[in-house]
Structures are given as structure tokens and as C-alpha cells.
């Protein structure tokens, strides 16, 4: 079930300046389950 359109681009790009800023392992980690979302089901979000 597709509840709406996300901004795939943003997502990756908000998420890859969390990694890059945190200065903390777990806010750099945080973004994990996103980016493997985006990267094995692309047609799901």
C-alpha cells in the first residue's frame, strides 16, 4: 500500500548530511534503514 510520493533525492541527500555532521556513531547510523529502503525497494516508495 503506497500512501503517498516521496522525494527519493532528498531523502538520500538529508540523510547522507546527517552522516556527514553527527559527530555521534548512533545520528550516523540513524540514516541506515532509509538509504536500504531506497536502495532493495525503490518501487515501494
Not at 12 to 27: H, K, N, P, Y
Amino acid at each position: 500500500m503506497q500512501i503517498g510520493n516521496w522525494d527519493d533525492g532528498l531523502l538520500t541527500e538529508l540523510s547522507e548530511t546527517m552522516i556527514d555532521a553527527s559527530i555521534c556513531g548512533l545520528g550516523q547510523a540513524a540514516p541506515n534503514p532509509i538509504l536500504s529502503v531506497l536502495k532493495y525497494f525503490p518501487d515501494e516508495v
